[in-house]
């Protein structure tokens, strides 16, 4: 049972439009969220994260939506570029999991940025 | 400044073989993590290590077995590969913990005929 959701495995969007990746959680006892890429060939790279407390963060380009009531997160990428072609890996964390803490990943969804 | 390496990149491996994959980070991180990538599966906790001289247990831990016998290093040894650890394995580590952000290897690509 996946606890971390991204139903689009793929995406494809113009250079220069915005490109949105969306992440839904099933347990509200997660409390951070973080977006990594992944590059062909490449392990994953950490890109934005964002804590329970806040429900925006921006840095440059990338931009990460939070709606806890939804259990739902975004990843706003505007303007697209081509080199943001990647697969994008959703996970969360729970803070206050005792012992049990890891982070679960969602699935990817591969990103195409067409020139 | 490497960051995190592995090695090696790829192996083939008949079923109960037995092989050691290598970490090694320089960025004097407490964290470490192996992680396995199946299609479909995401990525997923095989083991992990909070300093030098421990290790946890993950998602995925069985067949495994880890040492972090110095800091830098995190070992992964199958000693009896079987086909359902085909896979892509991912190294990371972190400095303070899992939500800091974690600074992932190129992988390596397993195959267990």
């Known amino acids: 049972d996946q606890q971390v959701k991204q139903n689009s495995p793929s995406l494809s969007v113009q250079e220069g439009r915005i490109s949105i990746l969306n992440c839904d959680y099933t347990?509200?006892?997660?409390?951070?969220f973080l977006w990594y890429k992944k590059y062909p060939a490449e392990g994953p790279t950490f890109l934005i994260s964002?804590?329970?407390i806040k429900d925006k963060n921006e840095d440059g380009r990338f931009t990460v939506f939070l709606n806890k009531s939804a259990k739902h997160l975004s990843l706003h990428i505007v303007p697209s570029q081509p080199g943001d072609s990647a697969v994008y890996f959703c996970?969360?964390?729970?803070?206050?999991?005792?012992?049990?803490?890891?982070?679960?990943w969602g699935l990817g969804t591969s990103l195409a940025v067409n020139p | 400044n490497a960051g995190v390496t592995q090695t090696p990149k790829f192996r083939v491996l008949k079923t109960g073989q037995s092989m050691t994959l290598l970490c090694a980070q320089d960025m004097n991180h407490e964290y470490m993590y192996w992680y396995r990538q199946d299609p479909g599966m995401g990525l997923r906790l095989i083991h992990y290590s909070v300093g030098e001289g421990t290790t946890a247990k993950g998602e995925v831990p069985d067949g495994y077995n880890v040492s972090r016998l110095k800091k830098q290093n995190f070992l992964l040894g199958l000693e009896s590969a079987a086909p359902s650890q085909t896979s892509v394995y991912f190294c990371a580590s972190s400095n303070w913990g899992f939500t800091d952000t974690q600074y992932f290897g190129p992988g390596t690509r397993l195959t267990v005929l």
């Open positions: 347990n509200s006892m997660f409390d951070y």
């Open positions: 996970a969360v964390y729970p803070l206050n999991a005792g012992n049990n803490r890891k982070l679960i």
């Open positions: 964002i804590s329970s």
